[in-house]
């Protein structure tokens, strides 16, 4: 089951590195100020707890811009997909 909701930027793990465009970064803040973010970033829901793999520049962004949310789109899996992400 996948559901899109605000989730704090804060509760976010971001547990893989990724080197950022910092160039699609600046359009997609300026977009997001202009039109609000129009692409919720995938995360997991594991234990309660949230990580993100995907939509890094999105994500890097709405931080960027100061945001204290970002619309996400939530799966809920166990440890074991989890693992799988991190491999």
Not at 13 to 24: C, Q, S
Not at 78 to 87: D, F, G, I, P, Q
């Amino acid at each position: 089951m996948v559901r899109v909701q605000e989730i704090p930027l804060n509760q976010i793990k971001r547990p893989l590195p990724r080197a950022n465009d910092p160039n699609k970064v600046e359009d997609l803040m300026e977009s997001i100020a202009a039109i609000g973010q129009q692409e919720p970033i995938d995360v997991l829901e594991v234990d309660g707890q949230y990580y993100g793999f995907s939509g890094c520049h999105r994500y890097e962004a709405c931080q960027r811009l100061g945001k204290e949310t970002i619309l996400a789109r939530v799966r809920k899996a166990n440890r074991s997909v989890l693992k799988m992400h991190l491999a």
